[in-house]
């Protein structure tokens, strides 16, 4: 995947480190950025009248900040050599991914700094938008720096996926210039489906014929959930990124019961590279 046009997501609270790492990795990678800034605006009173017209003030008051923190963000930018535009969006929770899903349709990456992913209410319309309704993945960065461009190490959390096969070609251009790809199975199963008799083995001939250097490291989660085992795995290797496929099982399952990424989404604190 060539990246050309990245797309960011900001919050309109705090955005300026988001910014900042956003241009340092748009500015490495050679690519246009588009910076989304939203509002998720609250639900409207409707039962007096009173209340409602306060509500439609305090929402011309949130239309109003949000026009002037897109004005900031584009002074912000006009300071740089960097191709850009800044899009703007006033929108209510339940219609925030639509909106995220239709910019994320033209962009080769969906960009989600930290202080954009502390808010779980727009985490969670990036997540339902980009992953579920486009076919762009995302790059969480949870980190106050920007995301190596070149990362020196990255692991795959591989599982044999269709989404986790999905995520791994998506970031090939990261994993080639890699000095060191872990493809990394959490108690796998030698079988002749889904990981093969050497589980990881197919996984990392593939990636071997593209150029990565890939190796294959079999773990124990020792009683331990999936995501402590991976991101533990994570901190062993010093990896800058971790590949991984997202909710690879139903959505309601994930929600009511948690899940692999959920939890990874919440306590990683390395980038992570997600699609589905």
């Not at 108690?187 to 889904?194: G, L, T």
Request: negative net charge; aromatic residues 6%; proline residues 4%.
């Amino acid at each position: 995947m060539s990246i050309k046009t990245v797309l960011c997501i900001l919050g309109v609270d705090r955005w300026e480190n988001d910014i900042q790492t956003a241009v340092e990795f748009c500015e490495a990678q050679g690519a246009h950025l588009t910076a989304l800034m939203i509002t998720i605006g609250g639900v409207p009173a409707l039962t007096y009248e009173a209340a409602s017209t306060m509500w439609l003030e305090e929402q011309q008051k949130e239309i109003d900040r949000l026009a002037e923190e897109a004005k900031a963000v584009k002074k912000n930018l006009e300071r740089t050599a960097l191709s850009f535009d800044v899009q703007q969006v006033y929108t209510e929770f339940a219609w925030a991914d639509e909106d995220i899903a239709e910019r994320a349709l033209y962009a080769d990456l969906v960009l989600v700094g930290a202080e954009a992913a502390s808010n779980e209410d727009l985490q969670r319309r990036v997540i339902d938008g980009a992953l579920f309704q486009s076919p762009t993945p995302i790059l969480i960065n949870p980190r106050m720096q920007a995301v190596a461009a070149a990362p020196k190490s990255v692991l795959v959390a591989w599982d044999s996926s269709d989404e986790v096969a999905r995520a791994t070609r998506q970031s090939m251009e990261f994993l080639q210039g890699c000095d060191a790809v872990y493809v990394t199975l959490v108690d796998p199963v030698a079988a002749r489906f889904p990981n093969g008799e050497e589980p990881g083995s197919d996984i990392a001939t593939f990636l071997a014929r593209h150029g990565v250097k890939a190796q294959v490291d079999r773990i124990s989660s020792g009683g331990r959930r999936v995501d402590e085992a991976l991101r533990q795995h994570a901190t062993d290797v010093a990896a800058d990124m971790v590949v991984m496929g997202a909710y690879n099982h139903p959505r309601i399952q994930q929600r009511l019961f948690g899940g692999v990424t959920k939890s990874m989404l919440k306590d990683s604190r390395i980038p992570l590279f997600l699609s589905r």
